[in-house]
């Protein structure tokens, strides 16, 4: 009973408790409950459960949110760090995001890296790109490869790109990270899409330029023995 002169006691509110003489309603600490109007003591409060969140005065404990989780009487849900994930509602903990995913902060599932991109231990926030001379071709890589003899691969490539017609492979670099590394072929050779080496003209064909596709036959009445 909150006011004087009052001829009766009204109930305890839910979410509170009410002890013997109170003249006004006590509420359930944070991390605790209350479901019920005759509650007298603090003990009768109940301690919100793993996965659950109770604020002060709560009557019911309300469920975590996938991408969060709750200890046992806690009085907020925290979100999954990075790295970290989880995907149902009410989780008591956070799953690690396996090698080849990633998980930004309150993730709701691990993502894959995509095409370009790695992950080469569990637990990561971000994926990373392939460094220039490698490449991965596929969703949910762990590492990168080292790029195709006669292609190159930029930062963050998904597939090796060809050396031009006319040009090849750089053998005096390690790697070739842009198509301004492949090198263009001699007059007397001729290199197709993608080649590692230059291809010396055939007997009966030649070409006079560099940077040539292919060579051509020699005339009716010319002959190219070499």
């Known amino acids: 009973q909150e006011a004087e002169g009052g001829?009766?006691?009204?109930?305890?509110k839910r979410g509170a408790y009410c002890k013997e003489g109170a003249s006004a309603a006590l509420l359930c600490p944070a991390g605790t409950h209350g479901n019920a109007t005759d509650l007298t003591s603090l003990s009768d409060c109940s301690v919100c459960n793993a996965g659950t969140s109770c604020l002060t005065g709560s009557v019911l404990p309300a469920p975590c949110e996938a991408g969060s989780?709750?200890?046992?009487?806690?009085?907020?849900?925290?979100?999954?760090?990075a790295g970290q994930y989880s995907a149902a509602d009410g989780a008591e903990g956070c799953d690690?995001?396996?090698?080849?995913?990633?998980?930004?902060?309150?993730?709701?599932?691990?993502?894959?890296?995509?095409?370009?991109?790695?992950?080469?231990?569990?637990?990561?926030?971000?994926?990373?790109?392939?460094t220039p001379g490698t490449f991965q071709d596929a969703e949910g890589g762990t590492a990168c490869e080292l790029c195709t003899p006669g292609y190159y691969c930029e930062e963050g490539a998904a597939a090796p790109l060809p050396?031009?017609?006319?040009?090849?492979?750089?053998a005096s670099l390690d790697v070739m990270t842009r198509?301004?590394?492949?090198?263009?072929?001699?007059?007397?050779?001729?290199c197709p899409v993608g080649s590692a080496n230059a291809t010396a003209c055939a007997a009966g064909t030649f070409n006079h330029q560099q940077g040539q596709r292919k060579c051509d036959k020699c005339a009716a009445g010319t002959f190219q023995e070499a």
Not at 179 to 190: H, K, L, R, S, V
Request: with cysteine; net charge negative; aromatic share 4%.
């Open 179 to 190: 198509a301004e590394d492949c090198i263009t072929c001699d007059a007397g050779t001729f």
């Open 163 to 170: 050396c031009l017609a006319g040009t090849r492979m750089n």
């Open 69 to 81: 989780y709750a200890a046992r009487q806690s009085e907020v849900c925290a979100r999954c760090s």
């Open 7 to 12: 001829t009766a006691c009204s109930p305890c």
């Open 96 to 130: 690690v995001c396996p090698a080849g995913t990633a998980c930004a902060e309150g993730s709701t599932s691990a993502t894959s890296c995509s095409s370009g991109t790695y992950s080469e231990a569990a637990q990561q926030p971000t994926c990373v790109k392939c």
